[in-house]
């Protein structure tokens, strides 16, 4: 039985709600400290406590992934995955989201996410070289896409570009199922000397903490904390909740950081994103196992009479938190001073494994560490696992009247239609080392390990209604087709990371899709060797009660050996073959054919053979490194039609499909997605050595065409213009864009 | 060859600069900060590069155009130093006044990246000799603020002394008479939005930027 709750400082059992905390919680917090929290202690617990920093509805299931293997040297736990390259080198990277901000403010919303995302890669040593981007937007048809298509695109162009990291791939959906609800989710990869790598732990007490960046100021103050007005004296003084990002100043941190630690001063350092100082300097110390003890009059600020508990829950941008080593505070201040930061020194660890905050002489927080993260909820939510729709055989599913307009559809789909109009708007080739193949329909981005002749393949994966049909399968479709994509471009998969959005978790439907989605991407992982390594969860994604798709985006990275071996799709030339590796059985349940031309979502999605990726993948990487390939692309959405004329398109040269073979219907063959299959041309010596390495590994490689001519074409079926088509596929988003955008308060 | 390179606070080209110059020069060139007051003596060739300087939350290139340290390139580029601004550095040189005209908001208003298609329009430059005559080349744009601007008496006189050294093919941001790269009268500066340094490399897709390099080298 509890007691009723002791309160302090004000506090009610409403206030305590406020904060997101709920009464068991708050008895928890009541019989750590041994008293009442004060209003700076309850913010600070309602934030660590949160779902976005304590992973309390997820980190039961996220332990199922496999996150170790030969290449990593940091799995999730940090501010981002550390992976071997060799040479001494590795490769740090992380995928983030930053949905509802998007949704309210889509410019700043998605600004800040690609700020966010790019300090914990800094954080950790390294500096960033790549930056991608998964986003899913509602229907075309809902008022407000055009207006957060154009929002996020400029947002996320505006900050990349300005700070100078190339942003090189990423993709873009549209679904009803995201009209109130956006997914900005962004990934930043970056290299770094493995020697000099850096961490968030402390080491003991005794050293100096500094602050370093942009002041500090009342924007990102949690919403669920603003909406109370007990917390203001002046309610005009409220602030959005959406932070709002300043790229140059990023820009100078990045640089003004990196040249910190090589200078030897850095103990350790964090980001401080969400949940700001708070959390910084709670894990810091926390994983250090030592106190902390802060001087909120040393904060810098950049309005007046701030109070500790705006300080400790700002989410203001562009912050980091340094522990140095004793005696190099004047080398620090000294390289913040050539870059125009702020720098001070706002306290020091201590041996009380408390954190002691201080503000205007007086002790206004005094709190135990580790109840913050070791007594932080952790819930197993009840789960009802989806039900997986019946397979679909071809016969369920029509076929067209017209196939050359039943391709002509799929391309100028909106999930299908080249997003040239969004990547075009996105530096891609700052810093020299992006291999520009950032075309329509091209799956993984290549970017050159600067100063060697190594590149990573880099991109980001998943197909949201695979997933809604059968979360389990739908999991594992996601890191087999990344698996894939980076294998197509000859690159040994090395990691992922993950961005779970979900709906909300204590539904037990949404908490089933979440448990099936992990668990199929878990079983993916272990299967191909391919490691989590960080990751982030996004819940609560839902307006008026429903949730969004199940959407578990993927960024994975590989490594090309040697650049220059690198296959692409753009490659295919007049007189190759076009060959088909692996089987058809024409699934098209949930196929983007039958969604767009025979306006259904239904079905399984397909399934996914593990063991089959995995060996196919192996097959198509040794056939790349063995130049025998001209070119190399994973089948995906649309099928095998849709990838040929991908190819057709960026290589800009036709090609010809042989008639379908007998024994599958045409349009099942042309649209089904079955999994673990590539498309390659090859010619000459090539080919012969293809088809020779496919009998002897007893895979299944099967000539079904070749390029040449200006259609795509497949005997007795259609034959359209690649001009047509390249129309059709190319025009869809500007035609989109250029549409009158909705002003919702213009009644 | 001795050259420098021109760092502000949020130039993000530097380093693709320097290499590109090293690459091509066979010699590191030296990096130049914002606050220095002196150059390093018997340059070359003086580069400005492009990046976001100071932000470009002005005016793009307007604060990096009155930095102390472009009172110096000022003076060089007067005394017959060669100076080659890229983008954001373009936009410095016409902020300095050292080349005529402005770079406005491009016509689209969206930031635009791409391999654009250039005429090179005079190959008799110190900055195109290399080129083998009105060659069609690729080289890659990222910019937001790329259209060229100029009075009607201005663009005449650019045309008809020569100082039009490149020309987008195709329209791809609203600039006067398609101008991509232009020269000062002396011909010692030139500013151009696309990015030479970022092709040098044919690894990376394309090289054609080579010839920029090349033929200040011919030149020095």
Redesign the interface.
């Known amino acids: 039985m509890k007691n009723a709750p002791d309160f302090a400082d004000g506090i009610t059992a409403e206030t305590v709600k406020e904060h997101g905390l709920t009464e068991a919680e708050y008895d928890v917090i009541l019989d750590r400290m041994g008293r009442a929290p004060n209003l700076v202690e309850l913010g600070i617990f309602s934030v660590m406590w949160s779902e976005h920093c304590s992973y309390k509805s997820s980190r039961v299931h996220l332990a199922k992934f496999p996150t170790t293997g030969p290449r990593v040297i940091c799995g999730p736990g940090e501010n981002a995955g550390v992976v071997d390259i060799g040479d001494g080198q590795a490769v740090i990277f992380k995928m983030e989201s930053h949905n509802h901000p998007s949704y309210i403010e889509p410019y700043q919303g998605a600004a800040t996410g690609v700020g966010g995302i790019l300090r914990d890669v800094f954080t950790m040593g390294a500096r960033p070289v790549a930056l991608l981007n998964a986003l899913r937007f509602g229907s075309p048809d809902h008022p407000k896409t055009r207006s957060l298509v154009s929002g996020v695109v400029?947002g996320i162009?505006?900050y990349g570009?300005?700070?100078?990291v190339p942003t090189v791939a990423g993709e873009t959906n549209f679904h009803t199922g995201y009209d109130g609800n956006i997914l900005v989710n962004a990934m930043a990869v970056g290299i770094a000397d493995q020697d000099r790598v850096f961490y968030s732990a402390a080491r003991g007490p005794g050293d100096p903490i500094l602050y370093v960046g942009s002041k500090t100021g009342r924007d990102g103050i949690h919403g669920a904390t603003m909406a109370s007005a007990e917390f203001d004296e002046d309610s005009d003084e409220k602030r959005p909740t959406v932070q709002v990002g300043?790229?140059?100043?990023e820009?100078?941190l990045i640089e003004a950081c990196l040249e910190l630690m090589a200078s030897g001063a850095v103990v350790a350092i964090q980001d401080m994103g969400a949940a700001g100082l708070t959390s910084s300097s709670v894990e810091m110390a926390g994983k250090g196992g030592v106190g902390i003890e802060l001087d909120m009059d040393s904060v810098p600020q950049r309005e007046e009479a701030m109070t500790a508990y705006e300080m400790m829950l700002s989410e203001s941008q562009e912050r980091m938190l340094v522990i140095l080593q004793p005696g190099k505070e004047s080398v620090a201040k000294a390289i913040f001073d050539k870059?125009?930061l702020d720098a001070e020194v706002i306290g020091h660890t201590t041996d009380t494994g408390r954190m002691v905050l201080k503000h205007h002489g007086e002790i206004v927080c005094d709190i135990p560490l580790d109840p913050l993260s070791e007594d932080a909820p952790k819930y197993e939510r009840p789960y009802t696992p989806t039900t997986p729709p019946v397979r679909l055989s071809p016969a369920d599913v029509a076929a067209p009247a017209d196939y050359g307009q039943a391709l002509k559809t799929l391309m100028a789909a909106p999930d299908m239609a080249s997003k040239r109009w969004i990547?075009?708007?996105?530096?891609?080739?700052?810093?020299?080392?992006?291999?520009?193949?950032s075309q329509s329909g091209g799956g993984a981005a290549v970017v050159?390990v600067h100063g060697t002749d190594k590149a990573l393949a880099v991109c980001a994966d998943v197909t949201p209604r695979y997933c809604a049909a059968d979360p389990h399968q739908g999991g594992r479709q996601a890191v087999a087709e990344a698996y894939r994509n980076l294998t197509a471009t000859g690159a040994e998969p090395l990691a992922i990371t993950d961005c779970l959005n979900f709906g909300n978790p204590e539904k037990p439907e949404t908490m089933g899709q979440f448990v099936g989605c992990v668990e199929g991407m878990a079983e993916a992982c272990a299967a191909l060797d391919f490691p989590v390594v960080s990751g982030n969860v996004s819940l609560y994604n839902e307006t008026r009660g429903k949730g969004i798709p199940p959407t578990p985006a993927v960024g994975a990275v590989g490594l090309i050996a040697d650049?220059?071996m690198r296959a692409s799709i753009a490659n295919a030339k007049d007189g190759d073959t076009l060959y088909l590796l692996g089987d058809c059985t024409g699934e098209l349940g949930q196929s983007m054919y039958l969604r767009e031309c025979a306006g259904r979502e239904a079905g399984a999605p397909p399934p996914v053979d593990l063991a089959l990726e995995k060996k196919l993948g192996a097959w198509v990487r040794r056939a790349i490194g063995r130049g025998a390939t001209v070119c190399v692309h994973d089948i995906s959405d649309g099928g095998l039609i849709a990838a040929a004329s991908e190819i057709a398109l960026s290589s800009g040269v036709g090609v010809t499909l042989d008639a379908p073979p007998a024994d599958l219907p045409a349009h099942a063959f042309l649209f089904g997605e079955d999994q673990a299959r590539y498309l390659i041309a090859a010619s000459g010596e090539g080919a012969r050595r293809l088809e020779e390495k496919a009998a002897e590994h007893g895979v299944t490689l099967t000539k079904i065409g070749s390029f040449g001519g200006d259609s795509v074409a497949v005997d007795g079926l259609l034959d359209v213009p690649l001009a047509d088509l390249r129309t059709a596929h190319e025009s869809w988003l500007p035609s989109f864009m250029a549409g009158p955008i909705a002003h919702e308060d213009a009644a | 060859m001795k050259s420098a390179v021109i760092v502000f606070?949020?130039s993000?080209?530097d380093?693709?600069a320097h290499?590109?110059l090293a690459l091509m020069t066979g010699s590191a060139p030296s990096m130049v900060w914002h606050r220095e007051t002196d150059l390093p003596a018997g340059l070359d060739l003086i580069m400005v590069p492009?990046?976001?300087s100071?932000?470009?939350?002005l005016r793009s290139g307007a604060i990096a155009g009155r930095s102390p340290v472009m009172r110096e390139v000022a003076k060089a580029a007067e005394g017959g130093t060669p100076v080659l601004g890229v983008c954001n550095g373009f936009q410095v040189l016409t902020e300095t006044g050292l080349l005529p005209g402005a770079l406005l908001r491009n016509a689209g208003l969206?930031?635009?990246?791409?391999?654009a298609d250039l005429d090179v329009a005079n190959s008799q430059t110190r900055f195109t000799a290399a080129y083998s005559g009105p060659a069609r080349i690729g080289i890659?744009v990222?910019h937001?603020d790329g259209n060229y601007f100029a009075d009607e008496e201005t663009l005449d006189r650019l045309e008809g002394e020569g100082q039009v050294a490149f020309r987008y093919a195709e329209d791809i941001n609203g600039s006067a008479r398609r101008i991509a790269g232009v020269m000062n009268e002396r011909g010692n500066v030139l500013g151009m939005m696309p990015?030479p340094?970022?092709a040098v490399?044919p690894?990376?897709?394309?090289a054609d930027g080579r010839a920029v390099f090349e033929s200040l080298m011919g030149a020095a």
């Open positions: 400029s162009g505006g570009n300005c700070v100078g300043d790229p140059f100043t820009k100078l870059w125009e990547w075009e708007q996105y530096d891609r080739h700052v810093m020299a080392d992006t291999a520009d193949n050159r650049i220059v | 606070p949020g993000n080209c380093r693709d290499d590109a492009g990046g976001f100071y932000g470009d939350y969206n930031f635009v990246c791409k391999i890659p990222a937001h990015h340094e970022r490399d690894v990376l897709g394309g």
